[in-house]
Structure formats: structure tokens, C-alpha cells
């Protein structure tokens, strides 16, 4: 069967990017309108979260939605876990720069407001925000008909903006990262939430009951072993898999010790046909966040979380600027 991409089935993850470059220009002048000021930006646009100044702390900011996992739900008529994927990309994303999540609020956008759908959402929602205990302080619902279009009227868009902190002096940004530094990783729960558009299209609907698994919360984690252990560099894996390590630093990253990918993935790619490599560009694989150590750090995070966290080497910090992957069966560069 001919094989397809992420871009065949309707994402183009290229386009995407330069989409963003071309917004990018003109909300980097917008900083110079808290320059000097509580507010002050401390960081750039294009990172998980961006950073304000409110004195000894930073304030970081990130907004993120669920994409075509709200179609998966729609289709099963299940959304009580839905909400929990919504906290999880945003606390995620937040973590990335070393701040501790603190609240969340969230925007429903309905095709036809549906009692039962809010519920269940709203219980997913308290279920994701007891994980990872934040405070869900408000949002925004809006019935537009003309603009969401869903399975039969159940149609619904779901979104959220988290707010976190984290002092100055141990914001988390990439730029300490060295050669030689040791690459760790968290697992994930299965596909979270990506590449669902393209798992979608290729998946017997028997197994899309997987699909709507909830995103892995990794609070927990994440801050202590930050709060305990020197961390150079945090990655949420997302879309674009372990493309999402180049975001970090301008150094690249050998990677030979990967987990073995959830047979969901396995299934992804016999049904689709999909190269390894697409995969690995697509798709968490297994890895659902990445912690970057100098090794003795990483030597004695491993020995308190490794069993308690599933915690696993994934490989280094190489010179080389690319994400390259050493496999049983094949070796390739992203």
C-alpha cells in the first residue's frame, strides 16, 4: 500500500512553522510595551512557555488545546477524559521552562451546547487539575454553528491558557546545555494527544478507544527532580516528536537507548505504511517528556527515580546539530 505522512493526511507540520514565522515579526514588537515595567518579557516567543518579569519571580504563560482528539471523542460519545488531556498540554509545556503550574482557564467553543458533553468534559477537567494540582480559575464557553462542525451536532473545540512560577534564577531555558550531557526520559500513556489526525485515518475504529488514553501529567516529576538535581534542558514531547529536542539548544542529540513504542504506534505504522523516521517525527513513541542532565546529575536522579518513575537513559548531547536515532533494525537522522 502506498504510505502516508503526517502532511498527506492533512497536517503539514512545515507549514505550520512558517505560518509562525510570519506572526512571529510582529508580536516580538509588542514587548517593547511592557519594556521597563512589571511585565517585562524575559524570554522569546517560540519556546513551550514564555516568561514575564513580576519582580523575584517570572510568571510563565502557554495556551494549548486538545486538536482532533475532540473528534475521537465525539465519535465514542466518551468525554470524561478529555479535560485531562487539556490540563496536561498546558502544566506539560509550563514545566518546560522550570516553573511549577499554578492555574488554568479554559475556552469550549460548541456547534450546539450539549449538557452532557460539558459535564463530562468539566469531570476530566477536575480530574487533570487534581493531578496536577492547579486551580482551574475561570474560561469561556461560545455556541458558534457556523464555525465548529463535529460528528452529527456533538461538535466542540476545547482550549485552555496555564499560568505557572518559577524564580529567576532557576528558569530553565536550554542554554546551559553541554556536550556530553545525558538525555533521560519519562514514558508516555500512549499517543496523548498528537498525531491523532493521522492515526484517525488509519486506525479501525476497535482500537480508537486507545486513542482517547489521557495525556500523562508529569508535575509530580518533573519538579522534583528539578527541585533536587541540576536540569539543563525540558522537553514535552508533542507533535513533531523528538524533533522537539532542537527547540532546546543549538547542539544536537544521539539518541540509541529508545523504549520499545506501545503497540498502538506499531499498529499506526503497519496500517499506514509510514516510515519509521515519519513516525519518530509524528509521534511521542513512547517518550512523552525528556530531561537533559550534566552525568553526575542524572547518575543520581536515575538512582532515586528510576524505578518510581519509570525514569530511562535515551541517550546524549552530541556536537552535531540534528536529532539522530540508532535503533535495533535502523539508524537515521530526522
Not at 302 to 330: H, I, N, P, Q, T
Request: charged share 25%; hydrophobic share 45%; with cysteine.
Amino acid at each position: 500500500m502506498p504510505s502516508i505522512t503526517y502532511a498527506k493526511a492533512g497536517v503539514d507540520i512545515r507549514k505550520e512553522e512558517l505560518a509562525v514565522k510570519s506572526m512571529v515579526s510582529w508580536l516580538r514588537k509588542t514587548f517593547k510595551f511592557r519594556q521597563g515595567m512589571h511585565g517585562q518579557v524575559l524570554g522569546d516567543i517560540g519556546g513551550y512557555a514564555n516568561l514575564i518579569d513580576i519582580g523575584n519571580f517570572a510568571l510563565a504563560m502557554t495556551i494549548d488545546g486538545v486538536g482532533s482528539k475532540v473528534l475521537v471523542a465525539q465519535e465514542l460519545d466518551t468525554y470524561d477524559t478529555i479535560g485531562i488531556d487539556l490540563v496536561a498540554m498546558n502544566v506539560n509545556d509550563l514545566l518546560c521552562v522550570g516553573a511549577e503550574p499554578l492555574a488554568l482557564v479554559d475556552y469550549i467553543a460548541f456547534q450546539h451546547v450539549n449538557e452532557k458533553i460539558a459535564k463530562e468534559i468539566s469531570i476530566g477537567l477536575y480530574e487533570g487539575a487534581k493531578q496536577a494540582k492547579i486551580a482551574i480559575v475561570g474560561g469561556e464557553t461560545a455556541t458558534l454553528p457556523e464555525m465548529i462542525k463535529g460528528i452529527g451536532s456533538k461538535g466542540f473545540d476545547l482550549a485552555g491558557a496555564g499560568i505557572g512560577i518559577v524564580e529567576k534564577d532557576k528558569v530553565i531555558t536550554g542554554k546551559d546545555i553541554k556536550i556530553g550531557d545525558v538525555v533521560l526520559g519519562l514514558p508516555s500513556n500512549g499517543i496523548h494527544s498528537n498525531g491523532l489526525t493521522l492515526a484517525r485515518k488509519v486506525l479501525p475504529r476497535s482500537m480508537w478507544l486507545e486513542l482517547l488514553k489521557p495525556t500523562r501529567i508529569y508535575v509530580e516529576e518533573v519538579l522534583n527532580i528539578i527541585s533536587n538535581y541540576r536540569v539543563n534542558g525540558l522537553a514535552h514531547i508533542t507533535g513533531g516528536g523528538l524533533l522537539n529536542l532542537t527547540r532546546l539548544t543549538s547542539y544536537g542529540f544521539f539518541l540509541d537507548s529508545l523504549p520499545q513504542p506501545q503497540l498502538i504506534f506499531r499498529r499506526i505504522q503497519e496500517e499506514s505504511n509510514i516510515s519509521m523516521k515519519e513516525m519518530y517525527r509524528t509521534f511521542n513513541m513512547g517518550v512523552g517528556f525528556i530531561i537533559v542532565m550534566p552525568p553526575e546529575e542524572a547518575e543520581k536522579a536515575l538512582d532515586a527515580f528510576e524505578s518510581k518513575y519509570k525514569l530511562m537513559v535515551l541517550g546524549k548531547v552530541v556536537k552535531e546539530s540534528e536529532v539522530r536515532l540508532k535503533l535495533e533494525e535502523e539508524s537515521f537522522r530526522l
